[in-house]
């Protein structure tokens, strides 16, 4: 068995020789063909004028070692370009994003300027001939979801040009084929084997936002590229049975002084935290799941005490079965009854408040019946209402005779956020509380 190995590996080190041999061969050839044809290949000095092109400066925008690949197989994008493809077509916002703004850069048309009255006229008679509105909606989708679109002139000696016509290339199998320099010689597809080459003269190559950066200076940036890490979360979370999310406390919490002493911002931060969500997928609800996510992760939350805040908590003792404490049961805010009268005789189910939809739905009313619901909130006013038209970051809640003006003049919309927030404000939150068992505490209040 060990001279077997060892037969294998010397054949196998024949055969990588022979491999580098062969890869040394068709290098020297391509740059010999290169040289001989004006393409720019630098000398072990770099800067030189006896491979460089003349115009072509001096400064790089690749290493020179990597010239060669780049100038026979094109240069390696570094982004994964059907990714780009997989969200432009899966994910309905991003999709609809794209179209819209493909649209609208193309909306107006276009005009050809400059050059002969009759050069103009012919090039714009061959526009309408061949729809070139179209093609510039597929170069605008492929610019803003690749960076880069890529035309290739259908052209013949024996074809008259007023039959040439555009054709569409998938920016995922183009590379562009250039020196260190920046020079482009040319393209290459690369969905079949041989690969298809191209010269520079026959593609026409569109970029969206080119940047001076190794590959953004060939290649353009895509659209998508700022939502990946974003998609990437949110696949996550659709994909996970459950999700909790802990972060920093607000500055006041209703029962936190029931369990604690005052504290500064400071203290708040390194000593207590919130669990702000709590999430599990519909099919892996009611095995205990949430409960299960609590209890294993609160000693993982870093801090001596935690927090939380829930609605479900009245109905469902998820948290306590996790070891939190129900500390105290928040009421409803009963500064604001006024208002659940007057929408209650205008038909408003006080249950469905917290849907914008539903509120809008039933917004259809009467001047008289919205004047109604506009006395009721100027009548029975709570800080949050004043929040929503605050103006000035001095006054967080802005001024009462500001606060009265505003809901006079607001608009639907505005009205039915108000109304929403309310719904809001009739929720019965209960207050729970954990602190490590591991932890010293700072004289807490004992229940």
């Known amino acids: 068995m060990g001279d077997f190995l060892c037969l294998l590996a010397v054949v196998l080190v024949f055969l990588v020789l022979i ?49 060669i690949w780049d100038l026979v197989w094109g240069v390696t994008p570094i982004e994964d370009l059907a990714k780009y493809k997989d969200l432009a077509t899966r994910i309905p916002y991003i999709a609809a994003s794209i179209r819209v ?34 093609t510039l909606r597929v170069v605008a989708w492929d610019m803003m979801v690749y960076g880069n679109a890529y035309q290739e002139l259908c052209s013949d000696e024996n074809v008259p040009p007023e039959l040439w016509w555009l054709k569409g290339l998938d920016p995922c199998h183009m590379r562009v084929r250039r020196d260190e320099y920046g020079n482009v010689f040319g393209y290459i597809q690369l969905l079949t084997f041989p ?18 950066n190794w590959y953004e200076a060939i290649y353009g940036t895509s659209e998508i590229r700022p939502l990946l890490l974003n998609q990437k979360y949110i696949d996550s979370y659709e994909q996970d049975m459950a999700t909790i999310v802990y972060s920093y406390p607000p500055p006041a919490c209703y029962g936190r002084r029931l ?7 400071k203290e708040l931060n390194e000593k207590l935290c919130i669990i702000n969500r709590i999430v599990v997928h519909p099919k892996y609800r009611t095995i205990g799941l949430g409960a299960k996510l609590i209890r294993e992760t609160l000693p993982l939350a870093g801090t001596a ?29 009963d500064s604001v009854s006024g208002i659940s009268e007057v929408l209650s005789e205008l038909g408003f189910d006080l249950q469905l408040l917290g849907s914008e939809r539903y509120v809008k739905n039933k917004l ?17 006013k709570h800080p949050r209402f004043k929040k929503e038209f ?13 606060f009265n003006k505003a809901v006079q003049n607001a608009d639907l919309n505005k009205i039915a956020k108000l109304i929403k927030l309310f719904g809001v404000l009739l929720q019965t939150k209960v207050y729970l509380f954990w602190s490590a068992p591991f932890e010293k505490k700072e004289n807490p209040i004992t229940l």
């Not at 259809?364 to 029975?380: C, E, G, H, M, R």
Request: hydrophobic residues 40%; positive net charge; contains cysteine.
């Open 101 to 134: 703004k493909a649209n609208m850069a193309i909306s107006n048309g276009f005009e050809l300027e400059g050059g002969e009255e009759d050069v103009r006229v012919w090039l714009m008679e061959w526009c309408n001939k061949h729809n070139f509105l179209q």
């Open 259 to 265: 369990v604690l002493p005052r504290m500064t911002i």
């Open 364 to 380: 259809k009313l009467t001047p008289d019946q919205l004047s109604l619901v506009k006395k009721a909130f100027i009548k029975n």
């Open 390 to 402: 605050t103006i000035g970051r001095h006054q967080p809640f802005g001024s009462t005779s500001d």
């Open 19 to 67: 491999a580098m041999f062969l890869l040394m061969l068709v290098i020297s050839r391509c740059k010999s063909k290169f040289t001989s044809v004006g393409v720019v290949m630098a000398n072990s000095s770099y800067v030189n004028t006896k491979y460089k092109q003349r115009g072509s400066g001096v400064g790089f925008v690749s290493q020179p070692n990597t010239a």
């Open 195 to 212: 690969p298809v080459p191209f010269t520079a003269q026959e593609i026409m190559h569109f970029k969206n936002e080119p940047k001076s």
């Open 305 to 333: 005490y935690v927090e939380m805040i829930a609605v479900m908590a009245k109905y469902n003792p998820f948290a306590e079965k996790a070891g939190m404490q129900k500390i105290s049961p928040q009421q409803s805010v």
